[in-house]
């Protein structure tokens, strides 16, 4: 889990400086703001997942560390990915989706109470 924290941290700096570097001269500063939003979210998760990684180690319960890195991870890539592909292809009907992911995430953060 904490190769995947690497990995998934660097990809929201890598995206969330590709969104204001980028994309804020090729599309409407309303996109702007949901990539802002995915980007903020991936980076904020990709520490949770770092720390849930490290914690996994003897900290979490068995059943915590189960169940919290995946949730955490699965919904990074639902939630985020998919609020960074409706601004890529403007297809708002992507964001039905997303609250998938947050519940993934939300899911996450309640398996740390396991």
């Known amino acids: ?19 204001a570097h980028g994309l804020k001269s090729r599309v409407d500063p309303a ?4 990539w802002e939003t995915a980007a903020h979210y991936h980076l904020v998760h990709s520490g949770v997942l770092l720390a849930a990684g490290v914690a996994s180690n003897g900290i979490l ?33 992507l964001g039905a ?7 993934m995430l939300i899911g996450g953060w309640l398996a740390l109470l396991a």
Do not use: D, E, H, N
């Not at 889990?1 to 969104?19: N, P, R, T």
């Open 31 to 34: 996109l702007i703001k949901i």
């Open 61 to 93: 319960s068995k059943r915590a560390s189960r169940y919290a890195p995946p949730l955490f991870l699965a919904g990074i890539a639902v939630f985020s990915g998919s609020l960074y592909a409706l601004v890529l292809t403007q297809k708002k009907s």
């Open 97 to 103: 989706i997303t609250p998938i992911g947050g519940f």
């Open 1 to 19: 889990w904490i190769k995947a924290a690497g990995i998934s941290g660097a990809l929201a700096v890598g995206l969330g400086a590709f969104g």
